[in-house]
């Protein structure tokens, strides 16, 4: 089974930039894509971006322009950059296959606060 573990959260200021990681243990992001979601207090887990084997990205309406998708291959490793931060990006970060058939990992927090 695969595992996958993100990190790069933290509390940030409206406005400000994170750039959170996933590894997986596996060779998962080039074969499948990856894809990156994100569970606010009280919702449901939402899809954020997705990259897919081939490159191609799309993006939830609410962070397109703001965030960006990509993966390192030979690092087995999904980013996502994100930029100019709002209160309403707070929530829990997971990663994924494009697909979302891997077992969840622990999430990373992200805060976005004054």
């Known amino acids: 089974q695969v595992q996958l573990v993100e990190s790069g959260g933290g509390l940030v200021q409206p406005g400000g930039s994170l750039r959170l990681s996933c590894t997986a243990s596996g060779s998962i992001f080039n074969v499948y894509g990856g894809a990156w979601h994100r569970q606010a207090p009280g919702k449901q887990r939402e899809l954020v971006a997705r990259?897919?084997?081939?490159?191609?990205?799309n993006y939830a309406d609410s962070v397109k322009g703001r965030f960006t998708i990509s993966r390192d291959n030979a690092k087995n490793t999904v980013y996502l950059q994100m930029t100019n931060l709002k209160p309403e990006d707070t929530g829990v970060y997971y990663c994924n296959d494009y697909w979302g058939v891997q077992a969840w990992g622990q999430g990373t927090q992200v805060t976005v606060s004054s």
């Open positions: 990259i897919s084997n081939v490159g191609s990205r």
